[in-house]
C-alpha cells in the first residue's frame, strides 16, 4: 500500500477540515454506531470532498489531504502543610525527575510574546505528581487497597503526605496529556534543524505553591501552560505509591483541577492553534461537557483538527454517551488503548483490536489504537494498518500510550504522509518510554528519534525545512 509524502505544516498555516461523515443526530441520546444501522436512524452529514481517490486505497497526496484526514514532602496534618510550603521548598521534595537536568532549545521559556499559532494546545487536567516507593505495610496502615485509583478529599491527601515524611519521592507536572505535550515538545526541538514546535497546555491550576510548581515544571520542558491561576484555589495532586511488585496505588485530591471553564482566554488560544488536543479524564469532571463542546466547536471554526484522548476505560463507560457526542461530532483523531477502543464500540473483550479499530475509524477520520506488546493500529476510512511492536526490554509500561500518541502528532506536525512510517516512529517512541524508569521521553532520546525520521524523510527526497 503505497503512500505519497507530502510536506510540512508552515508556521503560519491554518488548517482548514472537511469531511463526509455520519453521525448521530444532536437530539438523540443513542450511540452513533446504533444510528448507522438502524433503519430509522438519525443522521447528520458534514459535507467535504474525497480524501481517498480510488475504492479502499489510502493515499495521500497533499497537506489538503491530510487536513481533511485529519490535525514535599509536607511535615503538616490535617492537609495543610502542602499548601503552606512555598516554590523553593516544593523544588526540593525527594529527587529530582528528569525534567531538572536536560534543557532543550526552542522558543524562549522566557519569552513574553506568544507564536502566531500553537502547533498543539492540549486541554486537560493539572495535577502535580507526588510519587514514592513504600511497602504492604505502609498501604495497609493507611487502609488502602493496593493496585486501585481512588478520589480523596483535603485532609486525607495531607494524612498521606504526613505518613510519607521521611521517604524517597519525587514531585513532577504529572498527567497524560502533559507526557504527551513534553515529548512532542522534545520531539519537535530546534536540534533536528527544523522549526521547534510550538506547544501549549491549558487547564486549571490554583493560585498557591503547587500551581507555580506545575507551571514552571511544564516551561522547562519547553510547554507554554497558559491559564491564568485561579485565586485562591487549590492545585490538584496525585499521589503515586509503588509496592516492590511494581504495582501502583494512585489518590487522586482534585481540587481546583476539577474545574475548567471556557472563557474568551481559552477561546483567543484555540483560534490561533492547528492541533487541538482533549484529554480523555476531563469527561469526568462535572459540567465539564459544555467546556469541551464549545472548545471543539471554536477548533473546528477555526480550521484546527480536534484529538480526543481516551484515557481509561471505565471513563468511557460512564460517560458513554458524552464521549460519543464529542468523538461523533468533532473529533478528528481519537487516540486509545485495544480495551478502551472495544469500549467505544460495546465489543466483547474476545473481539480483535483490529475490529474495533475499522469500526471507529467509520466516525473518525484517523484512530490510534495501541495494544501493548501485541503492536498497534492505524485506522482510516474503514481501514486499518497494523503497525508491528518496537523491540524493547520493558522496564516500566506506564506512560506508553502516551509516548505513543506524541510520535502520531508529532509526525502529523512535520508533513509524515506514510502511516506506516508514522506508526512505525511512534511504537519506537513508546518503546523507548517503556525501556526506562519514569513517563517522560528523555531529551537525548527525542533527538535522536527526531534525527532519525528527519534522515529518513530526507532519504526518500522531502524537504524537512519550513517554508513559505
Given at each position: 500500500?503505497a ?56 493515499r ?18 490535617g492537609?495543610?502543610?502542602?499548601d ?41 487536567q ?27 478529599n ?17 514531585a513532577?507536572a ?10 512532542l ?6 536540534s ?11 487547564g486549571s ?23 491564568a ?23 487522586a485530591?482534585?481540587?481546583?483541577s ?14 490561533k ?77 474476545e ?29 482510516v ?58 513517563t517522560r ?14 534522515f529518513?524523510l ?11
Amino acid at each position: 500500500m503505497a503512500l505519497s509524502l507530502l510536506s510540512p505544516i508552515p508556521t503560519s498555516a491554518s488548517l482548514s477540515f472537511t469531511l463526509s461523515a455520519i453521525t448521530a443526530s444532536n437530539t438523540s441520546s443513542l450511540s452513533p454506531l446504533y444510528s448507522l444501522y438502524h433503519p430509522y436512524g438519525s443522521f447528520r452529514t458534514r459535507t467535504a470532498t474525497s480524501i481517498f481517490g480510488g475504492s479502499g486505497s489510502l493515499r495521500i497526496d497533499s497537506m489538503a489531504d491530510m487536513r481533511q484526514l485529519l490535525v514535599c514532602r509536607s511535615g503538616g496534618g490535617g492537609g495543610g502543610g502542602l499548601d503552606d510550603m512555598d516554590e523553593g521548598q516544593i523544588e526540593r521534595i525527594g529527587v529530582h525527575d528528569e525534567d531538572d537536568d536536560e534543557s532543550i532549545q526552542g522558543h524562549s521559556i522566557n519569552s513574553s510574546s506568544s507564536p502566531e499559532r500553537w502547533d498543539v494546545l492540549g486541554l486537560g487536567q493539572a495535577m502535580v505528581d507526588f510519587s514514592g516507593v513504600v511497602d504492604d505495610e505502609f498501604l495497609n496502615k493507611l487502609g488502602l487497597e493496593k493496585g486501585t485509583r481512588k478520589l480523596i478529599n483535603h485532609e486525607e491527601r495531607g494524612k498521606v503526605l504526613q505518613a510519607m515524611d521521611g521517604c524517597s519521592y519525587k514531585a513532577a507536572a504529572g498527567g497524560s496529556l502533559s507526557n504527551t505535550l513534553v515529548a512532542l515538545a522534545r520531539l519537535g526541538c530546534q536540534s533536528t534543524g527544523d522549526r521547534p514546535l510550538n506547544v501549549a497546555m491549558a487547564g486549571s491550576i490554583g493560585g498557591d505553591p503547587l500551581g507555580s510548581f506545575y507551571r514552571t515544571k511544564l516551561r522547562r520542558a519547553n510547554v507554554d501552560f497558559l491559564s491564568a491561576p485561579i485565586k485562591d484555589g487549590t492545585t490538584g495532586t496525585v499521589i503515586v505509591l509503588t509496592t516492590p511488585d511494581a504495582q501502583r496505588t494512585m489518590l487522586a485530591y482534585q481540587g481546583t483541577s476539577s474545574v475548567v471553564n471556557y472563557d474568551s482566554c481559552l477561546a483567543s488560544l484555540i483560534s490561533k492553534t492547528n492541533v487541538f488536543v482533549v484529554e480523555g479524564y476531563l469527561f469526568e469532571l462535572p459540567d465539564t461537557i459544555r467546556t469541551i463542546t464549545k472548545a471543539c466547536e471554536e477548533a473546528h471554526r477555526n480550521g484546527a483538527l480536534v484529538a480526543v484522548t481516551a484515557s481509561d476505560v471505565s471513563c468511557i463507560e460512564r460517560h458513554y454517551d458524552d464521549f460519543w457526542d464529542i468523538v461523533g461530532n468533532y473529533a478528528d483523531i481519537v487516540f486509545a488503548n485495544s480495551d478502551e477502543a472495544r469500549a467505544f464500540c460495546h465489543f466483547s473483550a474476545e473481539e480483535s483490536p483490529i475490529s474495533a479499530t475499522r469500526y471507529m475509524s467509520h466516525f473518525v477520520p484517523f484512530v490510534s489504537v495501541t495494544d501493548g506488546i501485541n503492536g498497534s493500529y492505524i485506522g482510516v476510512k474503514g481501514e486499518a494498518i497494523y503497525i508491528p511492536p518496537s523491540p524493547c526490554v520493558p522496564v516500566d509500561t506506564c506512560g506508553a500510550g502516551d509516548a505513543y500518541a506524541s510520535g502520531i502528532l508529532y509526525g502529523i506536525l512535520r508533513g509524515v504522509s506514510d502511516l506506516k512510517g508514522m506508526g512505525d516512529l511512534a511504537a519506537t517512541i513508546a518503546a523507548t518510554v517503556v525501556g526506562q524508569q519514569g513517563t517522560r521521553l528523555r531529551v537525548q532520546d527525542a533527538v535522536e528519534l527526531a534525527r532519525s525520521q528527519a534522515f529518513r524523510l530526507n532519504s526518500s527526497g522531502v524537504r524537512t525545512d519550513i517554508g513559505s
